[in-house]
């Protein structure tokens, strides 16, 4: 952290600042970039820098024109910049953010972008100590949490489909089933299809043993003998 601070302080200007940023927001960058994100190292790195450099252009703006009068058409806020950046960031995180099925990739890697981009602020508006503060917090968050989750024990959502024979729908037996079993029933909806004498079921439930699912299987597959296909989404 004295270092980092010493480096800033020797140069007392931009080329300073900049180095700091490329630092700081490399250490992050490194996290996401070993984990195989496709927003790693160089990606943190030229945000922070990136936004840096806005933040130092917009000091230096209202450094060169705060001498105008209150009266004078000219208004210089240099808090603008940094605000934009704070929405903008927004985009280039989002597309970080993948949907799989259920599951919801890069939310991490958005947050740890936006993160980055209010560490390149702080630093180019000479907020040296929170800067290396957040550094350190996010490394935290990012490599040592995990630890943590691991013994978590998460909800899980998942879709049953199945396919019974049959034109009349009767979820009665698998609403027993999924109550039996500790699985939540969230929402459910079916299909009928007439010229297939079939109804098709859409189940969404909640739970926490993913063991559960092959066993629910096994009993809805042994209960309802007019079942046609059966699986998980």
């Known amino acids: 952290m004295f270092y980092l601070l010493s ?16 630092v700081l927001g490399g250490i992050i960058g490194w996290e996401r970039e070993r984990r195989g994100r496709p927003a790693g190292l160089r990606t943190h790195i030229l945000v922070c820098v990136g936004v840096t450099l806005m933040m130092l252009v917009s000091e230096h703006i209202f450094e060169k024109y705060k001498t105008f009068a209150a009266d004078s058409i000219i208004r ?82 998942k879709t049953l489909k199945l396919c019974v024979s049959g034109s009349e729908p009767n979820f009665t037996n698998i609403a027993e089933i999924l109550k039996n079993n500790s699985m939540e029933l969230q929402h459910y909806d079916f299909e009928k299809d007439v010229i297939k004498n079939e ?14 699912i092959a066993k629910v299987s096994d009993e809805v597959a042994k209960t309802i003998k007019e079942i046609r296909r059966l699986g998980w989404e």
Do not use: H
């Open 199 to 212: 109804v098709v079921y859409s189940v969404n439930v909640r739970f926490k043993d993913e063991s559960l």
């Open 7 to 22: 480096i800033a302080g020797s140069f007392d200007n931009s080329v300073g600042k900049l180095l700091m940023a490329a």
């Open 76 to 157: 210089v806020d240099p808090a603008r910049i940094a605000a934009q950046v704070v929405t903008g960031i927004g985009f280039l995180g989002a597309g970080t953010i993948m949907r799989f099925r259920a599951t919801v990739r890069g939310l991490t890697t958005a947050a740890s972008l936006w993160v980055v981009a209010g560490i390149g602020l702080a630093v180019g508006s000479s907020c040296y100590a929170p800067a290396i503060i957040t550094t350190a917090l996010a490394i935290f968050a990012l490599l040592l949490l995990p630890l943590f989750e691991r013994n978590i024990k998460r909800d899980k959502y």
